[in-house]
């Protein structure tokens, strides 16, 4: 009998075993895989380096000498290719898989944040990146924009929100990385959190009143903070010079003083008139006066280059590109996929739509990439590691039936 267990016992832990290794192979419908967010995404890539090389090309001189880089567009380029596997990696990974190591990845992402005071490189009087051996420094707050949707879809998974105490995991989840991304300061990174987060609660079950509240309560400590002196006095000044930049004599008064960004991304996007001045050939790029044109001002740089046409066209593909993705979220049987699918159309259209609204003026001044068009390594890698989530997670060729499937 001894023996005859212990046979039996093998037997189910080589089948454990195999399972496991099988959560590692890859298992896409092609019929279920959705080629137009594909298209749409490589769409959007083509542009975004489109702009970036007009963007390095008007001033090659002056991005050589800053950044001590003779090709700065290769570099760009360079970390799109090394970017590629984790967008593979995304499409292959298991729900399973994923669900289970879900606070493991979260965890990661919260040690990284936490060696950034310690080991982390300074640049712009921030201290936010790690240095890599792969070309390019790691910001880990982008990062963990994604470890934050996956953790919150494992926290969700059973918890539709209906009481007091079933926030409080999924709203740590959220607040933990965020006060570490302030204390860096990033206050720009941080503004994309709230919105990815509450957008996930409602897609949990959670009521409209009490997000509601919830967002309320976030504004009445917001202002408690800034009466209290928790934010910076620099990004005291930003919010009062947006509160001003309504009246235009005072961008005009200010345009080489606190309203120099606002001022020059006015000029640039009204110098674009109807149809553009054409790649390349706008002010923004050709005079160089805009601040960080290839990454937190890219967007002024399509209005004026593509004008009210062209760029609006780019708002309506970008828009798109989100609202098809939230979309397919609503296809997906699996709770935890629908979630992090979601959570990954939000991720798009929140970091979209405060883009171009700081840009415009709609919202005050921050440092903020548009993902798959602007610079940055960690950026692109977080793009597209969160792009091969969805693409993965909806092709697959089971559906788990959960208690809200048809909901």
Known sequence: MKRGRGREFEYRSRGRSKAGWRLLLPDLSPARFDWLVLLLGLVLLGTGLTFVAACFDANTDFRSDRMGDGDPFGKHLKTVLVSVPVLLAGLYVRPVWLRRNAYLIYAVGIGLLLLVPFIGIELNSAKRWLETPVGFNLQPSEVMKVAVIIALGRALYRNHLETFSSWLRPGLLALVPMALIVAQPDLGTTLTFPPVTLGMFYLAGARGRTILGVLLAGVLFAGIAMQTGLVKEYQLRRIETWQESFAPEMVIAERNAAAFHTYNSRVAIGNGGLQGT????????????????????????????????????????YSLFAMLILRAAGEVRDRFCRLVVGGVGLYFGAHFFIHVGVNIGLLPLTGLTLPLFSTGGSSILSSFGALGLVLGLTARRVAPLDADSFR
């Open 278 to 317: 054409g790649v390349g050939r706008g002010i923004a790029n050709r005079a160089g006066h805009l601040p960080m044109k290839e990454s937190d001002s890219i967007w002024s740089v399509i209005a004026e280059e593509l004008g009210l046409i062209g760029s609006g066209g780019v708002l309506l593909a």
